[in-house]
């Protein structure tokens, strides 16, 4: 993947001078075709049935029929467009989740995930720019791509890294005795009989849908950046979060305990996604239902990326506040001293033991003091010096799940195939093409994987 | 006198290219150490098997020799694989080895523009960059537009039997000592590996009563396609197993191992370990299998499939009266090590014409494979593109996703060779596509173009092409109704009966199906087909799915074969790449940007970078 130049791609585009993202752009043959299909115009026309410039306004709707975005949708015919070839662009209105899913209905229509630079590319290699223009191209790709590829590895978390590592020694075991019992049939080798095989591709298959379907609740990759708002009960967590968010979302009371369940918030914070949580307090509870917010709060810290620590400046620092401070020490965390405005009774000697002075901000979620500097704070922590390009983010993000979907199927396939009992070079054709996209995502190349393993596994020679 | 191609040696890869050569008509000298042993098999009696069959199928598709020597000197023949699908189904053929030798000479004596003469070539005359002619250690020079090298094992060969190690190309053969010197001396990378062999011992000491019999297949067979099928009178081959007696021997003597003593150091195929390794390494195993095959039909000398050993002749001895079957057996000649340089096969382009002197071409073991059908594939290649360069023509450059040819070639010349390279069919990533049985179909054009094949020949597979096509159409036009007798009939050929008319072609699409079942209903007749055919429908429309997924991969792919990068190209000044690409393609110098996104280290975006750069700069072909 990735060094074809044939196809329809997609991308996300940024609207220029607007850092919320908003255009899903199509390029090739098909976009055309592509767009008509999931575009649904107010004034019934087709786009194909439209002059080059012209736009249309109407709606996305996926295959259930159910809306996605409300969008003008601008088409610009080949020759005369940026790539000279037909392209479409889709302005989104509803946020970068909806972008994201227009996208991938895209993607589902037949478009390929652009990959990086590649429109400019297609742009160039189609005479439309000339080299010394293509030449801030190739710096482009290449710094994109690299990019891409940390914001790749960093995408997957531990836990799924492993897991996906896990899937994909799993195909190889299988393939190994596919191929063995292929390539060395008169070895006198044991190979696993096929009816186990079988049932081992169907576990594998299991588990790879379980993936997807834990991705799809958004644990694995997040669309923007997760955030994780706690402290103890009281201290002004879900005034915080009404106060970035600017909405009354989550419950702002003095009854201690009543954020009983997580609030999240999408809201942009200098143009990034921020999915805000607001989790339950933690306090000692007794009571229940309490319990599962907390515990859930937990979770929350577990999966966030970043961690926004809210202590009450008005309260004397307590036993409690040190146990959450050791629940966050391996996180990125911004320590916020609440209620500024109020009596400073809090031991700041105590809070720099844990923090440094950098990631320590006084704020007041009441009087609103000191949050412009907390979002500037955020937005530095997550661009980890501001190398997170969220374009990319996205893009990568997609493409494992679509990866995942297609080794899904392989699998099916795989399975289907050693069902009606074809030879073995049938199911280890799935499962090949399966374990080089698994390797795909997590960037290894597995040329010569099997027939390693072969040799290392059986007592091959004649 | 001078020639228009020189061919260094005599083995499996200096015939088919000095063949291939004289047979488009191009003057061709065959120089070799030791004019009695031509097209030797120094290892197992047998061409063919996985992944190796269909290279000479192919070879043979294109005009070369070896399948046509095969099919006149084999003993033995069966499918292996039988009961898997067409892509991993593979011929192999037992072989009287003094036939085979004795047939080979015989094709080349009587091949015109072909001379052959013993000699040792102990120089490559070279002038102006590009190879002129040899010389040989008489003294005497021969002039030539183009060399081809394929000195097998004997670019200073070692053999080594435990303690004991002298130079030599193979057992009883004087090795080429100066040779190597020259080519480094001309700018090669050079490099060592070692095989082995095992012990041959006299059919009368064998008590054969104790082994499992081994036959030969009982239908019509042919290893070439421009030969007749026919059913082969058979010699049997014999099935023993070691034991746990074997491999205390050998552990007690492993101390004389070459693996233990440091007698071998160099890296030997993976897949021909001697049973000292095999023991070793999997001490959990309580037998390996002993293969007892003839070396021919008028020696008594047995070969021992899988007791590969160098270890001391007397240990050697004892190792193998372990063995069921062989208590008596007595050693005729002993199994051994043999270690020989190669020159890393990078510096060659995909005609194998050397990228550092032109004109000079390399082939078979010396490229650092093993075995006669990997030899036989390159010599083809080596001497068709010697040839087609004098001529003027356009090379012939075989790519993976049409032939095994190709993923050899492109395999040699992009992957670091850890160990002697043998073919897979696992290492064929279309390999649904490119079957021991469509070889023809494939690859015979190639060969008309050239002029190897006749157009004689050629029609014939246009012929048959076209039949197969119109079959298919026919089956997919005629359909059963779902009246009574028909699902008689399907009953009675163990499928389900079907209520809604379908089309033969789908009924066909059942695994449990066979096309000689449903051609009736055609309302043809079997008989009016010919076998061949009938197969090819049913490999067509069984796995038509399969087939067509990796047609489409090659489609999707193949823009970047088309894409060639000269040889010159300075990687370190094409802005993006990174450092390790830019190193990479220098030392390989990928001939196209195909070959170029195979190197392990490169990435796609350096691909992408290399388009950018190169655009205008690449060329459609060299
Ligand atoms: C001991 C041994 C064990 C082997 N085991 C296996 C095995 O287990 N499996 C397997 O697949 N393959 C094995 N092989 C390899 C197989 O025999 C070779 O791969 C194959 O024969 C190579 O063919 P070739 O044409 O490249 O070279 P060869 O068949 O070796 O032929 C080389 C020819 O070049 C001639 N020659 C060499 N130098 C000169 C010179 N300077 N001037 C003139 N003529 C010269 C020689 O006389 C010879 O005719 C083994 C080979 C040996 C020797
Ligand atoms: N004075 C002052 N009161 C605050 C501030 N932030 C929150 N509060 C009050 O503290 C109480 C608890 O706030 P809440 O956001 O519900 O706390 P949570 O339990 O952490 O979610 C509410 O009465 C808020 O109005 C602040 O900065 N200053
Ligand atoms: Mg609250």
Known sequence: MGIESTGTIVAIGTRPGEAAIGIVKLSGDRSIFIADKIFRSK?????????????????????????????????????????????????????????????ELCIESGARIADPGEFTKRAFLNGRIDLSQAEAVIDLVRSKTEQSLKIAAKNLQGNVKKEIKRLKEMILNVLVQLEASVDFIEEDLEITPYQKLTKKVREIKAEMEELISDEKKGEIIKNGVKAAIIGKTNVGKSSLLNLLSKKEKAIVTSIPGTTRDAVEEILYVEGIPLILVDTAGIRKTKSAIEKIGVDRSLKHINEAELVLLVLDGNRKFEKMDLEIIKKIERKKAICCINKVDLKQNLEMERIRKYFN?????????????????????????????????????????????????????????????M????????PSYDLKT????????????????????????????? | MDYDVIVVGAGHAGCEAALASARLGLKTLVLTINVDKIALMPCNPSIGGLGKSQLVREIDAIGGQMAKTTNKTLIQIKILNIRKGPAVQALRAQIDKKEYEIEMKRVLENTKNLTLRQGTVDKILVKDGAAVGVGIESGLLFGG?????????????????????????????YPAINLTKNLIGLGFKINRFQTATPPRVDKRTVNFSKTEVQYGDKQPLSFSFWDEEKIYQSIECHLTYTNEKTHKI??????????????????????????????????EKKRHPVFIEPEGTYTNEMYLQGLTTSMPVIIQQKIINTVEGLENARIIRPGYAVEYDYIIPSQLNFTLESKIIENLYFAGQINGTSGYEEAAAQGFIAGVNAALKIMNEQPLILTRDNSYIGVLIDDLLTKDLMEPYRMYTSRAEYRLVLRSDNADIRLSKFGNDIGLITNEQYKRVVKREKEIDRLISKLKASSLNPDRGNNIILEKMGTKPIDTPLSIYKLLKRPEVNISDVIDFTGDKRDNYDRIILKQVEIKIKYEGYINRQLSEIKKLESLEKYYLTRDLN????????????????????????????????????????????????????
């Open chain 1, 43 to 103: 004034s019934k026309k087709k786009l194909s049935g439209i002059d080059t410039y012209n736009m249309l306004y109407g709606h996305i709707i996926d295959n259930d029929g159910h809306t996605i975005d409300e969008v003008v949708v601008t088409l610009m015919k080949k020759p005369k467009s940026y790539t000279k070839e037909d392209v479409v662009e889709i302005n989104c209105h509803g946020g970068i989740i909806a972008t994201t899913k227009v996208m």
């Open chain 1, 357 to 417: 002075e950098k990631f320590i901000i006084k704020i007041s979620a009441l009087k609103g003091i000191g949050i412009r500097k907390l979002e500037n704070k955020i937005k530095a922590l997550i661009m980890d010096n501001g190398d997170l390009n969220l374009e990319e983010k996205i893009i990568i993000n997609s493409r494992h799940k679509n990866i995942l979907k297609e080794v899904s199927s392989l699998l099916d396939s795989a399975e289907k195939a």
């Open chain 1, 419 to 426: 069902k009606e009992k074809m030879s073995e070079e049938f």
């Open chain 1, 434 to 462: 399966a374990y080089g996209l698994l390797g795909e995502i997590l960037g290894e190349t597995t040329r010569d994987d099997i027939l390693d393993k072969i040799f290392s596994q059986f007592c091959i020679g004649k």
């Open chain 2, 145 to 173: 537009k183009a060399v081809i090298i394929t000195t097998g094992t004997f670019l200073r060969g070692r053999i080594i039997i435990g303690e004991k190690d002298y130079p030599a190309g193979r057992m009883g053969e």
């Open chain 2, 250 to 283: 050998i552990a007690e003597n492993i101390e004389q191992s070459p693996i233990k003593s440091g007698m071998v150091n160099t890296h030997g195929p993976r897949h021909c370990p001697s049973i000292d390794r095999k023991v070793i390494n999997f001490p």
């Open chain 2, 571 to 622: 990687y370190f000044k094409i802005v993006g790449l990174t450092y390790e690409a830019q190193e990479k393609l220098t030392k390989i110098k990928p001939n196209t940007l195909g070959q170029a996104s195979r190197i392990a280290g490169i990435s796609p975006a350096d691909i992408s970078i290399l388009m950018l750069n190169l655009k205008g700069k690449l060329k459609a072909r060299i």
